[in-house]
């Protein structure tokens, strides 16, 4: 079964700390993996997309790697600011091979809290 | 450039009755997933179309259903509701079908009660 941990599962921190965020899953045949910020209420904003070739992407204070073999990715965050605030999820994918398309599975997210 | 689109944006139903949400992606895009994000679940697949045409589907029961227009707009309805069925679902559009980078953008949800 095709499943994604995020640990931990909340946190929180003073601000201008610089934080990890965990994620791993059970099968390491991902197509893509996807790291979300989720504000209460609202939908899901893409922050970084990694593709399986690839190691680590980075945007402005934010890192996220990829460690298939592993099956891990992390994503750090440099700098902690209130505004960074929200739940963070980890999302993989993987080719079907009926009808070819692509699926995301999700963890269940971390839900971050910076303090001023 | 406008976002996806899903109304309602919120939603009282009762046990027994049925419901149908709406997703309008971004303009040009042809695939729209679904998603049912609950506290005890998360978030889990519901189904994608394309072309009007669905290419895959989750673990969910008969009840739930979709269908896509040819503007790519999508519905999905849930018959004989459940209190379990209180959700937030939300919907996904991207460009490509597979075999690209695929960057999903996300609705902010109906939310789904319940009573």
């Known amino acids: 079964k095709q499943e994604v941990t995020q640990i931990p599962a909340a946190l929180s921190v003073p601000e201008g700390e610089n934080l990890v965020l965990n994620c791993s899953f059970t099968d390491s045949a991902i197509y893509n993996l996807q790291w979300f910020r989720q504000d209460p209420g609202k939908g899901l904003t893409s922050l970084l997309l990694?593709?399986?070739?690839?190691r680590e992407q980075t945007s402005g204070r934010l890192n996220a790697s990829l460690d298939k073999s592993s099956g891990r990715s992390t994503l750090y965050i440099a700098a902690s600011q209130p505004g960074d605030s929200a739940t963070y999820l980890c999302?993989?994918?993987?080719?079907?091979?009926?009808?070819?398309?692509?699926?995301?599975?999700f963890g269940k997210g971390t839900k971050l809290t910076v303090n001023p | 450039k406008a976002g996806v689109t899903q109304t309602p944006r919120y939603l009282i139903k009762t046990r027994g009755q049925q419901v149908t949400l709406s997703c309008s992606p971004i303009s040009g895009h042809r695939s729209v997933s679904w998603y049912q994000q609950t506290p005890g679940q998360g978030l889990q697949f519901l189904f994608e179309y394309f072309s009007e045409t669905q290419r895959n589907k989750g673990n969910f029961p008969g009840r739930f259903s979709g269908r896509q227009f040819s503007n790519s707009r999508s519905e999905m309805n849930v018959s004989t509701l459940e209190l379990g069925d209180s959700a937030l679902y939300l919907c996904a559009s991207s460009r490509f079908r597979t075999g690209r980078l695929q960057d999903y953008t996300f609705g902010s949800g109906t939310r789904l009660t319940v009573v």
């Open positions: 990694i593709q399986s070739s690839q």
């Open positions: 999302a993989v994918s993987y080719l079907q091979t009926q009808g070819g398309s692509e699926k995301l599975v």
